[in-house]
């Protein structure tokens, strides 16, 4: 691996790009974040937005000058000083990975993978063998490493997997308010706050469906945990469904071999309350964040171990 003064992570998602930079002795010297880096949007635009974050980074620790451009000289001597270790949604396709490190870089070395990847070394500062992750977030999955190889669970995408996640939460909640407005089931805080957002009007709920994204459910999350709180049996039904569904998933993961599971994503510590005593023995702290694991990845070191909290998670 290159000698190099400096070792760069970042964690690319669908939502954002976020970027940290490290001295050799695991010192923090800037961050920053940008757009959405994912490489179903294209290796070519995953590797601009890359570069663009990796250079906002460098300014953040006044390695180079604020107005630099990214052809500059100093940019490029400042990258040749740099390790880079990159996690990106969707690089866990053999192809992708493949296009995205046949790169013509300026960086002193660069490794890259996938960011559930990169989560699982920054959670468990690296030591990964027989531990993982579990991502409750706007989607959600299950990812660790058992004899060396990766395990995954779920994952598989808003429309046909992603259970207990703040999108597919978000969805059933909004269905159950447009089943109430047609009566089917009696009206509750939760469903009659959902209802106001669409003014009580079934073909305006319907037409923003026609358009909306994961993320756009995902916004009616906080609702549904907010009125579970409250005592709102809709609300509570769903977030009950959200703990069983967890549960499978850390069962499926202990049976291929997975002990020590941390929970990830802003949904993750509203999820944990609702599994039983026995499930939660699979728990364990997590000691970084995803950006932390790339450094990790390219053979950087940390500084104290933070025991972050679940909703410092990931880019989303």
């Given amino acids: 691996m290159a000698t190099a003064s400096y070792i760069l992570g970042i964690d690319g998602g669908g939502t954002n790009c976020r970027g940290r930079l490290r001295d050799t002795n695991g010192q923090i010297l800037g961050e920053a974040m940008g ?3 994912n490489t179903r949007l ?23 000058s604020s107005d630099c451009k990214p052809d500059d000289d100093e940019v490029n001597v400042a990258l040749g000083q740099t390790r880079l270790g990159v ?20 960086f002193a070395s660069l490794e890259a993978c996938n960011d559930a990847h990169i989560a699982c070394l920054g959670a468990h500062d690296g030591e990964v063998e027989g531990k993982g992750i579990l991502i409750l977030g706007t989607g959600s999955c299950g990812y660790g490493f058992k004899d060396g190889s990766p395990v995954n669970i779920g994952g598989w995408g808003f ?36 209802l106001q957002h669409f003014s009580h009007d079934a073909e305006t709920l319907v037409l923003w469906s026609d358009k909306a994204r994961p993320t756009d459910y995902g916004q009616f999350t906080k609702l549904v945990v907010h009125h579970a709180n409250e005592g709102d049996e809709a609300a509570l039904d769903l977030m009950r469904t959200c703990g069983r569904q967890t549960e ?26 609702y ?10 702290p997590r000691f970084h964040d995803a950006r932390d694991g790339a450094i990790l990845l390219a053979g950087g070191v940390i500084g104290q171990p933070s025991m972050l909290k679940h909703e410092d998670a990931t880019g989303e």
């Fill in 35 to 37: 757009g959405p880096a």
């Fill in 42 to 64: 294209g290796v070519a635009a995953a590797h601009e937005q890359v570069l663009m974050v990796c250079i906002e980074t460098l300014k953040a620790a006044s390695l180079i």
């Fill in 87 to 106: 996690g990106l949604a969707g690089l866990h396709l053999e192809s992708q990975l493949d296009d995205f490190l046949n790169w013509d870089h300026s």
């Fill in 159 to 194: 429309k046909i997997s992603d259970m207990s996640s703040g999108a597919v939460t978000g969805y059933l909640a909004v269905r159950h308010a447009l089943a109430v407005l047609d009566q089917i089931y009696p009206s509750t805080g939760l469903s009659e706050e959902i």
């Fill in 248 to 273: 499978a998933m850390l069962g499926a993961m202990k049976t291929r071999g997975i002990e020590a599971v941390s929970l990830v994503g802003g949904f993750a510590e509203h999820v944990e309350p």
């Fill in 275 to 284: 599994l039983r005593s026995e499930m939660k023995k699979m728990l364990v």
